[in-house]
């Protein structure tokens, strides 16, 4: 059975606070003729069951299921950082499911983007923030995985900017076993020939994303893919909702979000 919430006497009552019109009115004084690239919700006002370890040069979120497992799931932060309650509450949710998960951060101490920042200042914040430059990092959390968690099969997820790191990883890493890219800008398409299996979660009103994109990506994958894969878009979905909307304040998107959180792990489930 997939879980998808904590059981409350169990993990505690999770609190959370509202930031939606405040992130409207940031990113608006900010820069009025930039759109957001990113907005990061509902925050949870989350703790975590896991706990925060060294692992060489990176530090690392880890939750761990209760029974012993040789399956794990890396968990790629999306522009908010490793220390987001959002991001570390999936990977709590993931260890329910029975995964060793880690959420490490792949800034390497770089400072995550923050809400008061001026959008002006994005892009040139995301060039020393490369998704397609964590494979040294990458390559540390799998030997440290493999080497002091006893992992064997091993998989990525990731948000945003973590979920065009996934696609990046589905075509590069051989020892990954799958991924689940969760409304990832579209990049690294030119060469399918490595490709894992990958899971491609869109919203249907993602600013950031166009369905022209989206179309365009499934055209290639149908052309050149020669792995299983799948492309889902989701009814009224904005970016970000698997992780960054509360069910209790969305109650028109809960479907969604619970659909979204489901798939990934089934998706998970079926390759590892």
Known sequence: MISLCFNLFQFGVLWYSQLDSFCSLVSHMANESR????DIGDKFDYGGRGEEVQVEHIKAYVCKPPASTDKAV???HDIF???LPNTRYIADMLATNGYIATCPDFFVGQEAWKLSNDWATFDDWLKTRSAGKIDKEVDVILKY???QCGAKKIGVVGFCWGGTAVQHLMLKNPHLQAGVSLYG???FFADMSSFHPTFFIFGEKDEFI???QIAALEQKLKQN???DYEVKIYPGQTH????RKREDINPQDKPYIEEGRKDMINWLNKYL
Not at 35 to 38: N, Q, S, T
Not at 240 to 243: A, D, K, N, R, S
């Open 74 to 76: 890396i968990v790629i």
């Open 240 to 243: 970000g909702f698997v992780h």
């Open 81 to 83: 950082g490793w220390e």
């Open 35 to 38: 759109p957001c690239p990113c």
């Open 210 to 212: 166009p369905l022209q």
């Open 145 to 147: 995985l493999k080497e």
């Open 225 to 227: 893919c020669k792995v």
């Open 185 to 187: 800008a579209i990049e």
